[in-house]
């Protein structure tokens, strides 16, 4: 069966300091992959999207930038935080070319910026 | 994609139907209905999809209506753990982005004892 992994779970984070959040998927071969961000009491924003390696495409103008170096590994960066940048992160996969297919989200990661 | 209207809250008693309604008046043929929840601080667990016909697994069951203008997510006998935001979401299957899914601000049941 297919697995997500994301991590860390939390992290805390001084203003101007780097990021990079990881998510591996397992169990499937080229996945389409997401970032998604959860600001405190609202929905749920798209932030990037790919579908196969070094295939990224952002959603939203940002401090962020996303890279996936392996079929299943997608990574969240940013050089410098900013206090905006806080919030819940979810990574998501789901299933190429597959018509209707839903998604499936990892457990997130909590981020605080100071 | 089609937008979606859904209650911001609701109440049910426990081990009652829950019946969550959601609107999607501009959907077009090709669009499916998604349903996912959010438990606070987790990801979000899908729930269910469906086209045009209505379906059921083992979590829940979804009417579509038959002009697929609304449909209504139905958890037969909500517990305390089916406390959570549900999101009904609309989605071609062939978007451009992948088939990401915009997800609105959904609605909130309370299972209560």
């Known amino acids: 069966s297919q697995t997500i992994h994301q991590w860390p779970a939390t992290l805390v984070q001084p203003v101007g300091s780097p990021l990079s959040l990881e998510c591996t998927v397992e169990g499937t071969s080229n996945p389409n992959l997401y970032w998604y961000r959860q600001a405190a009491g609202r929905g749920l924003q798209l932030l990037f999207y790919?579908?196969?390696?070094?295939?990224i495409s952002s959603e939203v103008p940002q401090n962020l930038s996303a890279s996936r170096p392996q079929d299943r590994q997608f990574i969240l960066s940013s050089k410098k935080l900013l206090l905006s940048d806080s919030g819940f992160y979810l990574c998501?996969?789901?299933?190429?070319?597959?018509?209707?297919?839903?998604?499936?989200f990892g457990n997130g990661t909590r981020l605080t910026v100071t | 994609d089609a937008k979606t209207t859904q209650p911001p809250s609701m109440d049910c008693a426990e081990g009652r139907a829950a019946n969550l309604p959601c609107n999607h008046s501009t959907i077009s043929g090709n669009e499916y209905v998604y349903w996912y929840r959010q438990i606070h601080s987790q990801g979000p667990q899908y729930i269910i999809h469906g086209l045009k016909n209505n379906e059921t697994n083992e979590m829940a069951s979804l009417i579509i209506t038959e002009d697929r203008k609304s449909s209504t997510l139905i958890l037969p006998h909500a517990t305390l753990r089916d406390t959570a935001v549900y999101y009904c979401i609309v989605r071609l299957p062939n978007s451009n982005s992948g088939y990401a899914l915009n997800f609105g601000k959904g609605t909130s049941l309370l299972v209560t004892p």
């Open positions: 998501a996969w789901s299933p190429p070319w597959s018509l209707g297919s839903p998604l499936h």
């Open positions: 790919s579908v196969g390696i070094g295939q």
